[in-house]
C-alpha cells in the first residue's frame, strides 16, 4: 500500500506546493534486512559536477555480506545489490544499479537506498554517503531513522539519485532537466558511533513507460576505501587528579596513552606555540592520528578564560577534523588546516611535518575543550600527519599554536 507522509506540517506544505510536479508519496514498509541505515550532516563542500557512472553489471537479489553493497529498492520491488568493491576509496562516483521495468510505474516511483556499509564516521575512510544538492524548497527526498518506519520530508535539498529509462540507444534521465552539486552529504548503512541507522529515498515521476526497453538508478555517492571493517573502540583515558588543579593542554598519537601539557607558564598569552614531546614508539608508517583536548572550560571566544587552536586557510584541506561530540563523530574541515606540527629527529637533524604546509597563520580559531556560553559543547580536534618511515627517528615533538587565557576555569575543580 502506497502511504502519505504526513510527520511534520512543514512536509505536509510542502507536498501541497509540489503535488502538481510529483507529489509526496512515501516508501512501503520493506521486511528489514540485516544492516540498514543511519545518517551524519557534513560541512558544505565547493559544488561540482557530477560525472557520467560507469557501466555495471546486474544486480543480485541476495547477498554476500563481507562484500560491501548499495541496495536498492523501487516501489514494491525486491531490494538489488550492487558490489562496491569496484568503487572503493573514491568520491562523488556515481553508481549505476539496474532495475527491472516491471517494478516501475507511471506516476510517482519511490526509490529507497540501503547498505551494509560499517561506517565509523562520516564522509571517511569507513564510510558510504549519500550527496544532495541544496535547494530553496526540498519535497521529494525523504529520510528514515527508525529502520524504515517513518519517513520525514527534507525541506531544503534533494538527494543525487535519479532513475535513467531506455529508449533505443539513448538514456533518458529522470527527473530532467537537473543539475547535481555536491553540497551535503549523509552517510548509509550502520553508523557505528551510536549504533543507529539511516535510509533516505527519493520520489521519482515518469509519465509513461510502454516506449522504454531498460531501467537503472543512478546515485551519486562518497564511498570509502573500508566499508566493512571492524570499528576499533576508543581506549577511554584514566583520570589524573591533577586535572582538578592544574589545566592541561592533552595530545593522543595514534593508539598512544593521552599526553598531559601543563597550560600554567602560558596563560596570558595570545600566540604561542608549545611544544609537547611525545613517544617515538607511538609514531607509525604513514598517517599518524593526533587528537588533541583540554581539561579547561573555555567562556568565550580568544578571551581571558579560554584556549583556543589556530588555524591556516588553504585550497587543499583535507588532513583535519572537527568533533563536537566528545570525539564520538568526525567532520572534515573544508578550508583550513589545524596549525599543528610534528617535528622528528633522525642522524640528520630535526625535520618538520607535513613538508607541504610552508606556513602557518591565525587565520581562524576555535575553543578546544568544553565552550560554555549560550550553549555548550565539546570541541576537539585531529589532524592527520604523514611520516614516510619511522625506522630511523630517535625524538619526536608536536608544536601547536595557541590562544591561552590568562584567568582559566578546570573542569574537574567545579
Same mark, same amino acid.
Given at each position: ?11 505536509l ?7 502538481? $510536479? ?21 560541512p558544505?563542500? #565547493? ?9 555495471t ?5 541476495e547477498?554476500?555480506n ?15 545489490y550492487?558490489d562496491?568493491?569496484?568503487y572503493? %576509496?573514491? *568520491? ?6 539496474p ?10 516511483n519511490n ?7 560499517l561506517n565509523?564516521?562520516n ?8 550527496w ?12 528514515s531513522t527508525d529502520?524504515?518506519l517513518?519517513? *520525514?520530508?527534507? +525541506?531544503?535539498?534533494?538527494?543525487? $539519485?535519479r532513475?535513467?529509462?531506455k529508449h ?8 530532467? %532537466? ?7 552529504s =549523509?552517510v ?13 529515498s527519493?520520489?521519482?515521476?515518469v509519465?509513461?513507460? %510502454? #516506449?522504454?526497453?531498460?531501467a537503472r538508478?543512478l546515485?551519486n ?12 573502540e ?10 582538578a ?7 593522543k ?5 593521552w599526553?598531559?601539557y601543563d597550560?600554567?607558564?602560558? /596563560?596570558? /598569552? ?11 614508539k ?15 572550560i573555555?567562556?568565550?571566544h580568544?578571551?581571558d578564560k579560554?584556549?583556543?587552536l589556530?588555524f591556516?586557510?588553504? *585550497?587543499?584541506? %583535507?588532513?583535519?577534523?572537527?568533533s563536537?561530540?566528545?570525539?564520538v +563523530?568526525?567532520? @572534515?574541515?573544508?578550508d583550513?588546516?589545524?596549525n599543528?606540527?610534528?617535528e622528528? &629527529?633522525?642522524?640528520?637533524?630535526? /625535520?618538520?611535518?607535513?613538508?607541504e604546509? &610552508?606556513?602557518?597563520?591565525? @587565520?581562524?580559531? =576555535?575553543i ?5 556560553? *549560550?550553549?555548550?559543547?565539546f ?8 611520516? @614516510?618511515?619511522?625506522?630511523?627517528i ?9 590562544h ?6 578546570l573542569?574537574?575543580?567545579?
Amino acid at each position: 500500500m502506497k502511504r502519505f507522509i504526513s510527520s511534520t506540517i512543514v512536509v505536509l506544505v510542502i507536498c501541497l506546493i509540489a503535488a502538481a $510536479i510529483g507529489g509526496c508519496k512515501a516508501p512501503a514498509n520493506p521486511d528489514p534486512s540485516e544492516n540498514s541505515p543511519e545518517p551524519t550532516a557534513t560541512p558544505t563542500m #565547493s559544488p561540482t559536477e557530477s560525472p557520467e557512472p560507469e557501466p555495471t553489471e546486474e544486480p543480485v537479489t541476495e547477498w554476500d555480506n563481507s562484500i560491501p553493497a548499495l541496495m536498492v529498492k523501487v516501489n514494491e520491488g525486491h531490494w538489488r545489490y550492487l558490489d562496491l568493491t569496484e568503487y572503493l %576509496g573514491q *568520491d562523488n562516483v556515481w553508481v549505476a544499479v539496474p532495475v527491472p521495468l516491471s517494478d516501475l510505474e507511471a506516476g510517482i516511483n519511490n526509490i529507497v537506498v540501503h547498505s551494509n556499509a560499517l561506517n565509523g564516521g562520516n564522509r571517511n575512510s569507513t564510510s558510504l554517503d549519500l550527496w544532495f544538492t541544496m535547494q530553496d524548497i526540498g519535497f521529494d527526498s525523504f529520510l528514515s531513522t527508525d529502520y524504515m518506519l517513518r519517513w *520525514d520530508g527534507y +525541506t531544503d535539498r534533494r538527494a543525487n $539519485i535519479r532513475l535513467e529509462l531506455k529508449h533505443g540507444d539513448e538514456w533518458v534521465a529522470y527527473p530532467q %532537466g537537473e543539475d547535481y552539486k555536491t553540497e551535503e552529504s =549523509t552517510v548509509i548503512g550502520l553508523y557505528k558511533p551510536t549504533g543507529g541507522y539511516f535510509n533516505m529515498s527519493r520520489n521519482v515521476t515518469v509519465d509513461e513507460l %510502454g #516506449s522504454f526497453t531498460e531501467a537503472r538508478v543512478l546515485v551519486n555517492l562518497h564511498v570509502g576505501s573500508n566499508l566493512l571493517e571492524p570499528i576499533e573502540e576508543e581506549v577511554p583515558e584514566e583520570p589524573d587528579p591533577r586535572d582538578a588543579t592544574t589545566p592541561f593542554f592533552k595530545v593522543k598519537v595514534n593508539k598512544g596513552k593521552w599526553i598531559r601539557y601543563d597550560l600554567t607558564p602560558e /596563560k596570558g /598569552k595570545h600566540n604561542v606555540w608549545i611544544t609537547v614531546p611525545i613517544d617515538v614508539k607511538d609514531l607509525i608508517d604513514g598517517d599518524n592520528d593526533i587528537k588533541i583536548d583540554t581539561n579547561v572550560i573555555s567562556i568565550g571566544h580568544l578571551t581571558d578564560k579560554s584556549v583556543n587552536l589556530y588555524f591556516t586557510f588553504t *585550497d587543499t584541506p %583535507g588532513n583535519t577534523k572537527l568533533s563536537t561530540d566528545g570525539m564520538v +563523530t568526525w567532520v @572534515d574541515y573544508t578550508d583550513r588546516y589545524a596549525n599543528i606540527k610534528l617535528e622528528v &629527529k633522525d642522524s640528520g637533524g630535526w /625535520k618538520t611535518l607535513p613538508t607541504e604546509e &610552508k606556513e602557518y597563520r591565525m @587565520d581562524e580559531s =576555535t575553543i578546544v575543550g568544553l565552550f560554555r556560553g *549560550d550553549w555548550e559543547s565539546f570541541y576537539n580536534m585531529r589532524k592527520y600527519i604523514k611520516v @614516510d618511515s619511522v625506522d630511523q627517528i630517535t625524538e619526536a615533538r608536536l608544536l601547536i599554536h595557541l590562544h591561552v587565557g590568562s584567568e582559566l576555569t578546570l573542569q574537574g575543580a567545579e
